[in-house]
T-cell receptor
């Protein structure tokens, strides 16, 4: 079975400081991993995805994540937070061999950005 | 930019009533999904749909639930007799295809908040 654990339910940063949102995964097979973001009253938007190519993945809005198999982690980072980054972030795993991209979501991390 | 649209944004229904949640996927997409998020809990997979049939469903998706693509553009989720525990945010998603839909981005709608009273 696949699962993801998001270690922090809330993360608070100041504008201009680095962001780190932590995610650990569990998968019996080669996983595909994603980060989605949800702004209030908006749908889930894909930030970035890892699908067995480069382990350092760059996404939209300056976010990136590194797949570390030895640590079973896929942490999301950004060098400098912006006020508009305040949102809910979901780490998601999908089994590469599962048909039709059944996504397994983490519980989410709410990112708060203060001026 | 093309997007998945869901209607209504909010739906309140009485327990035992039937409810239909509607979604318009992105026009050239072939794979369609429903997910739900009960307040305070994880987003959970309900069902995937391809070529006019269910391709996979979770244990949540019991006989009370059904999906349909009635007219080639809409994708609906029907709950026949709603229960209080069906209250949740329901997300529709679609993806383009390729290798059986694997590894192609799933685009999500903004969700329909269903409240059963």
């Amino acid at each position: 079975a696949q699962s993801v654990t998001q270690l922090d339910s809330h993360v608070s940063v100041s504008e201009g400081t680095p962001v780190l949102l932590r995610c650990n995964y569990s998968s019996s097979y080669s996983p595909s991993l994603f980060w989605y973001v949800q702004h209030p009253n908006k749908g889930l938007q894909l930030l970035l995805k890892y699908t067995s190519a480069a382990t350092l993945v760059k996404g939209i809005n300056g976010f990136e994540a590194e797949f570390k198999k030895s640590e079973t982690s896929f942490h999301l980072t950004k060098p400098s937070a912006h006020m508009s980054d305040a949102a809910e972030y979901f780490c998601v795993v999908s089994h590469l061999h599962t048909g039709f991209q059944k996504l397994v979501f983490g519980t989410g991390t709410r990112l708060l950005v203060s001026p | 930019e093309p997007e998945v649209t869901q209607t209504p944004s909010h739906q309140v229904t009485q327990m035992g009533q039937e409810v239909i949640l509607r979604c318009v996927p992105i026009s050239n997409h072939l794979y369609f999904y429903w997910y739900r998020q009960i307040l305070g809990q994880k987003v959970e997979f309900l069902v995937s749909f391809y070529n006019n049939e269910i391709s996979e469903k979770s244990e949540i998706f019991d006989d009370q639930f059904s999906v349909e693509r009635p007219d080639g553009s809409n994708f609906t989720l029907k709950i026949r007799s709603t229960k209080l525990e069906d209250s949740a945010m329901y997300f529709c998603a679609s993806s383009e295809g390729g290798d059986r839909g694997l590894n192609t981005e799933a685009f999500f709608g903004q969700g329909t908040r269903l409240t059963v009273v």
